[in-house]
């Protein structure tokens, strides 16, 4: 530790910050990323959504041919029954079984660990007194989280697209509730389906974010996300709320499916992403909001 | 809070817009107006309508088995587009008296002319005339054949809305597909779940759900106490045979389901109780709603209706929606179409607004089930003019098979399941494809090759059969499957066409070729699939002959192959809330970019107005803290504290835990705001997040690293984060400041608290910032590298930097610092160097035998400033300008035994005196 320190005053400038400094070169999305992609956490995420499709070729590869018949969700359920028939509808159903709940922990543990982890860490201070002003680091953290969930949807379904296709044939896309769809049709629908699920999940996300701004524990912000999304779809069950039910976050959670009739009924999927994007922006603007006045002490 | 509010919206009264006046009504009917039938009646008025402001009428008719109060939902709709609807529950049923005459125009349709005469006498209904009201009919089902045949009946009426009714009811119970004989085959579900249904008068109130109610889907009969005693029609008094059936409707109904053959009495008597007799008289504007989920009055029944009043020049529009009696109310988006098609065509014929409604014919087809509300969904089609059931152009698809045998089981068991007659709405989605069971060796199939392209068939498609039967006679049930690639079977709304053949011959080669018309449907048969025709024998809805015997069946004419006709009608599809939601939806993006290009120009524009003005007298002096404040509601962290950090100086923060140290440096590093006071930091103010704060390295309150980084990847992650070219951190220096060695490259999470701690001094100092604060620096260092430590951060100060050190090892400040602020409870109670702190007169301590002797040779003396007793055996003294060996000598010359003599910590001393003994914290104020 014998070191001689080189002397000289390091210039300064005129609104008092050290040479070099910009606030707007701060922690930028690169550095952002990168500090995330180390990260188990986001390794193990990521590992999983590609494992997936793995687990369910498998599973279908020794599973035999009995199944207890079309229980729960009528004739949707044939989505199961055909997932071994292409590429697309077994890329349809990794979609269609991670969509109630993997991705939903996926995205709210992108989202919830942003601020709460780096509090725990105590690597929040730091960062702040670097100075990275406040709404630069939410921005930068909010982005390079929604970009890891992207990552994880294109994953899964990359994967499975790849998987069922090597095994199972490019054929055309069958739902069980419309015609068959031709391939080419059928892979736009299938990526518009992916992209719906996306945009739902900006709900998880923004919720996630918010909690992980309004805590210091990740998995504090983690779990209440998706607790509070649980209750949600719990509520949506009871038909007795009636029109109530439109304004749950979850309500339209499952629209997707009104992309395999044929012709694709969009109207839920367009009230859908209205929920979803009038969440998110209430939730990222309450976080926000709540972190640029916060008394940082972590 | 916002469960409260949301209580209170559900449960604030909300003006209806209407009010209902209950009354019973007396009418003389019968065929000579001789009996006395008293109506239970409701009449919904809108708000405002009075005798200065009169408002056009409409009769609201129920469904078979229903009363005034299932269709209450629909009223009030409709008394909201300011009409006065008058609900009543027909004759025999409810709390009216009287029987069920079945529509008969000696009896209910009679009714109704009285009604009219009611509404007529009221001053707040708009006339026509004296004794003329301007009126509506509307109503589905039983309901809807009353419109018909009142408007027939009664020139008063104005414009008629007749869903899902029959033509002819006889056609209706007795179905009859093939273009041979009237002779049909009895309904028998259908017939049963109606006629139990009028045993008891009909269900009372209840739900009264739009068309469900309006259709008598017949469910189980109402509650018994429904029924009033004034008629003499109580439960008690019914007639076991026939309930509140009227006497003939009653035995003519017994004798046809016994004997499963329409007589000629009964069909003239079903023939008077069905609007195809009267159609001709039908002058009033008609729009005629069908559903397609009906295998009770099935298309063909609206089409008889539609084509009977247009052959008087009378404006008649249809249209077709994917429910009925077996399908319910259908989608959502057709229960609007209906609502909003039935509002147009009254707020013409009636009110007058509007344009003459287009004699547009609209239908919907199923497109698929409601991904969210599990319903179904359907797509509106439009076509300029009605084409009818075959359609405006047809398309051939052969099907092909030789004869088949098929039998006939003995009274009809078992046999096939199409349709659950009386199970109602709600159960429609299973009727998209069907329910269909076709039994082995009870029915013969006939099947297409794949569909080159998809065929959307709208109307009644038909295909020729012949038939062989050993007795001459067969009944039949002709089926259209869409079969998809896979094999799986739909049948479109599981409807079928019976048929009642006669006069065949026992072999087939010499049967001629009978024309079938298939139930009418809406649906697309995608290209690739077949289409199949199956011949039954038996269905559990329909009777069927007794007799087991062996029927040939086959398709088309002996020479050749069966061909299928489809009738086409291409449809523009009706644009629905769809485009709305879309441009709400892009509103609300466009909306979303406005408002966050507003909040970032309102951040900027406050971002410039905040002081960014530099104190010129301290722009040299690294940090200057005036008055700092601090609290946490009412506690009070740091009261008020002062000092100043010039260059070249290493500042130690002195205090006891909890006197307000680390919530200071919180506040120089922009973490949390400061409650009042002033910071300038080389003269320029400090806010969270300002620049300036760039020119600071800091360590507050331990190490913060990312665990699953290195060493040295935190420290690069770290100087990334700042944006700063690579080049100034000083990277190297860092790293040998951190001495960890090897160890740098091992994950953060691995590492001991004091490696922590020398990486997190490493950190603050990259870049070698020109003031460096450092909270509990030696935290967790052994004695080697807190030496190394103090020798380091004395020459980073030797070079116009700064250093602020908190500590609470005073040693280390004293060796470390050249200056020192003491902090106690919130404030300052001490600043300056260390040595003026400390003062000019070191004590010491010693340890006597004889405590009053030393005292007193202490006394005597010369040049010892002062002493003090602490304990039984210890004396503290400040020797002056006395040495220590003078001291001990004159003690030891008079006799005093010395344990022990130990010079005293100097700052310690200064320190105890200025905060006491007291180690309680500002926290415990």
Known sequence: MSVELKTGRAAAQADGAAEGYRAGRTLTYATEFARQWRRKRTQLALGFMVVLPVILLIAFE????????????????????????????????????????????????????????????????????????????????????????????????????????????????????????????????????????????????????????????????????????????????????????????????????????????????????????????????????????????? | ???????????????????????????????????????????????????????????????????????????????????????????????????????SPDYEVRDAQRLLDHLAKRDDIQLDASGDPRVGVLGGSYGGALSLLLAAQDKRVDAIVPMITWNDLGKSLFAQSAATTDDGVFKQAWAGVFFSSGMSGGRGGGGGLDLESLGANGEAPGEGGEAPGAGGAGPANLNPQCGRWAADICQTYLRVAAA??????????????????????????????????????????????????????????????????????????????????????????????????????????????????????????????????????????????????????????????SSLPGTGSGALSSFVNGVVSDLPGQHARFESAPLAQAVSVVG??????????????????????????????????????????????????????????????????????????????????????AAPVDYTVAVG???????????????????????????????????????????????????????????????????????????????????????????????????????????????LMGLTQATAGEVLIFGHRLAPGAPVLSRIGALVEGPGFLPHLSGEQNLAAYWRATGRPWEEARFDDALAIAGLGDAVKRKVKNYSHGMKQRLAVAQAMLGLPELLVLDEPTDGLDPPQIAEMRRVLQRYASDGRAVLVSSHLLAEVEQTCTHAVVVHKGRVVASGRVDEIVGDSPTTLLDVTDIDLASKTLDRLDGVTGYAVDGERTLVVDLGDVSRTDAVSALVRAGVGID??????????????????????SGDR
């Not at chain 1, 979850?250 to 209205?274: N, R, S, W």
């Not at chain 1, 998110?280 to 916060?294: D, E, N, Q, V």
Request: charged residues 15%; glycine residues 12%.
């Open chain 2, 900 to 921: 022990r003599v130990t010079p005293r910590r100097r700052l310690e001393d200064a320190f105890l005196a200025l905060v006491g003994d007291s180690t309680a914290g």
């Open chain 1, 62 to 298: 020794l599973g035999g041919s009995d199944d207890d018949g079309r229980s729960g969700r009528g004739q949707f359920s044939q989505l199961s029954d055909a997932a071994i028939s292409g590429g697309l509808n077994f890329a349809m159903f990794a979609l269609f079984v991670s969509a109630s709940f993997l991705l939903v922990v996926v995205v709210a543990l992108f989202h919830g660990d942003t601020v709460a982890a780096e509090a725990s860490w105590g690597s929040l201070r730091y960062l702040l007194a670097v100075p990275v002003p406040r709404a630069r680091l939410l921005g930068v953290k909010l982005a390079v989280a929604l970009s890891y969930s992207a990552l994880a949807v294109l994953a899964l379904l990359g994967t499975a697209l790849l998987l069922g296709t090597v095994r199972y044939g490019w054929h055309p896309l069958q739902s069980g509730i419309a015609a068959e769809i031709p391939p080419g049709e059928g892979l736009l629908r299938l990526l518009a389906t992916a992209g719906f699920l996306g945009i739902n999940m900006l709900v998880v996300a923004g919720l996630a974010f918010l909690l992980s701004v309004l805590t210091d524990a990740p998995l504090g912000a983690v779990g209440g996300a998706v607790l509070l999304y649980i209750v949600s779809s719990i509520l949506d069950q009871i038909t007795a709320l009636g029109e109530l039910r439109n304004f749950l976050p979850t309500h339209f959670a499952q629209a997707y499916l009104g992309l395999l009739t044929t012709p694709m009924q969009f109207d839920d999927i367009i009230k859908g992403t209205i929920s979803a994007v009038c969440y998110f922006t209430a939730f990222c603007a309450l976080a926000f909001y709540r972190f640029s006045r916060k008394d940082v002490v972590s």
């Open chain 2, 557 to 667: 004419p002996a020479d050749g192959g069966g061909l299928v006709t489809l009738p086409t009608a291409p449809g523009t599809p009706i644009a629905t809330a769809d485009a709305l939601w879309l441009y709400v939806l892009l509103g609300l993006v466009a909306l979303l970019a406005v408002g966050l290009a507003i909040v970032i120009v309102v951040a900027r524009r406050r971002h410039r107005r905040v002081d960014h003005s530099v104190s010129a007298a301290h722009a040299d002096t690294p940090l200057w803290v005036r008055g700092l404040r601090k609290t946490y509601g009412d506690f009070v962290a740091v009261d008020s504290i002062d000092f100043t950090v010039e260059r070249g100086q290493v500042v130690g923060l002195l205090g006891p835990n909890g006197a307000g140290k680390t919530t200071s440096l919180r506040v």
């Open chain 2, 1 to 103: 809070m916002l469960l409260a509010g949301l209580a209170a919206w559900a449960v604030w009264p909300e003006d209806p817009g209407y009010r209902t006046v209950d009354e019973r009504v007396s009418v003389r009917t019968g065929p000579l107006g001789d009996q006395d039938v008293s109506l239970d009646t409701r009449l919904y008025l809108p708000d405002g309508a009075s005798a200065g402001n009169k408002v056009p009428a409409l009769l609201l008719a129920h469904g078979f088995g229903g009363t005034k109060e299932s269709v209450a939902l629909d009223a009030q709709d409709l008394a909201g587009l300011g009409y006065a609807v008058l609900t009543w529950t027909a004759q025999g049923f409810g709390a009216s008296t009287g029987q069920i005459h079945l529509n």
């Open chain 2, 260 to 417: 499963g053959r329409l007589d000629a009495d009964s069909r003239q008597q079903l023939a008077a109780r069905s609007p195809g007799s009267v159609l001709n008289q039908i002058k009033a504007p008609t729009l005629l709603i069908q559903g397609l989920a009906d295998s009770l009055f099935p298309l063909t029944e609206a089409d008889a209706n539609a084509r009977g009043i247009a052959a008087n020049g009378t404006p008649v529009r249809v249209a077709w929606f994917s429910g009925g009696h077996d399908g319910g109310d259908g989608p959502q988006s057709d229960a609007d179409r209906l609502k909003f098609l039935t509002a147009q065509w009254f707020d013409h014929y009636l009110k007058g607004n509007g344009e003459a409604p287009a004699a547009s014919f609209t239908y919907s087809r199923i497109t698929g089930l409601d991904a969210v509300d599990r319903g179904t969904m359907a797509t509106g089609y439009q076509i300029t003019d009605y084409p009818g059931l075959t359609g405006q152009s047809a398309v051939q698809v052969p099907v092909s098979g030789g004869p088949r045998t098929v039998a006939n089981p003995p009274n009809g068991t078992p046999a096939a399941l």
């Open chain 2, 460 to 545: 009644t498609p038909s295909v020729q059969i012949r038939a062989a039967s050993p007795t001459g006679e067969a009944v039949l049930y002709v089926k259209l499957y869409d079969v998809d690639p896979n094999g799986s079977a739909a049948l479109s709304m599981g409807l079928i066409a019976p048929v009642r053949l006669t006069g065949l011959p026992t072999a087939i080669d010499q049967a001629r070729p009978v024309q079938v018309t298939l139930p009418g449907i809406v649906r697309e048969f995608e290209a690739g699939h077949r289409l199949r025709i199956t011949i039954a024998t038996a269905d559990q809805s329909y009777l069927g002959l």
